[in-house]
T-cell receptor, first 113, second 119 residues
Framework: DAGITQSPRYKITETGRQVTLMCHQT?????MFWYRQDLGHGLRLIYY???????DKGEVPDGYVVSRSKTENFPLTLESATRSQTSVYFC????????????FGNGTRLTVT | AQKVTQAQTEISVVEKEDVTLDCVYE???????LFWYKQPPSGELVFLIR??????QNEISGRYSWNFQKSTSSFNFTITASQVVDSAVYFC????????????????FGKGTKLSVKP
């Protein structure tokens, strides 16, 4: 099906472990984004990518790594998970800058114990 | 700095009441875009509307309407005759200015307003 899919939907991991959240889109959108949603903070940008092999930091990048070797995939890796990274993570994509709406995946709820 | 403020954290109304969700933004850009998203209890984020800074016409879509006023930097959202299915968190967002000017494609979100519509 066309769209943007995230996996897994739910993940529980332990402090210190590495975990990767996957994001795949079938629209061939140039732009992709990772946000985290926390109570009281709304959505905050972690990283974004304007095209394959081009990534840049957002508002809260510390502790996260991204890559974009293919246009359709934008995985987010927590290198050494901490409890403060317990959150709901949303991946999004858009066709172009400024006036294009972001299309979001259904989110990944990550719990770090 | 760019910022979006949704001062109403939670609103509760009874079905069929009209309700307005406030959104105030800050930006030094002359060209920018504003958005509203809906997040129902199921958790997904649904795009509702996009408005550019040069178009101050109000927009109506069924029971939804949006009032954009540059003079007050506001982009308010009204639901007429609310229904239980309107219960959700609503986010207002602003296109983010890049370091070198222009948009970088990202959106700056307000913290959201949780709307509860009771039968």
């Amino acid at each position: 099906d066309a769209g943007i899919t995230q996996s897994p939907r739910y993940k529980i991991t332990e402090t210190g472990r590495q975990v990767t959240l996957m994001c795949h889109q079938t629209w061939s959108h140039s732009y992709m984004f990772w946000y985290r949603q926390d109570l009281g903070h709304g959505l905050r940008l972690i990283y974004y990518s304007a095209a394959a092999d081009i990534t840049d930091k957002g508002e809260v990048p510390d502790g996260y790594v991204v890559s974009r070797s293919k246009t359709e995939n934008f995985p987010l890796t927590l290198e050494s998970a901490t409890r403060s990274q317990t959150s709901v993570y949303f991946c999004a994509s858009s066709e172009k800058k400024a006036d294009s709406p972001l299309h979001f995946g259904n989110g990944t709820r990550l719990t770090v114990t | 700095a760019q910022k979006v403020t949704q001062a109403q954290t939670e609103i509760s109304v009874v079905e069929k009441e009209d309700v307005t969700l406030d959104c105030v933004y800050e930006t030094r850009d002359t060209t920018y875009y504003l958005f509203w998203y809906k997040q129902p209890p199921s958790g997904e984020l649904v795009f509702l509307i996009r408005r550019n800074s040069f178009d101050e016409q109000n927009e109506i879509s069924g029971r939804y309407s949006w009032n954009f006023q540059k003079s007050t930097s506001s982009f308010n959202f009204t639901i007429t005759a609310s229904q239980v299915v309107d219960s959700a968190v609503y986010f207002c967002a602003l296109s983010e200015r890049g370091n070198y000017g222009g948009s970088q494609g990202n959106l700056i979100f307000g913290k959201g307003t949780k709307l509860s519509v009771k039968p």
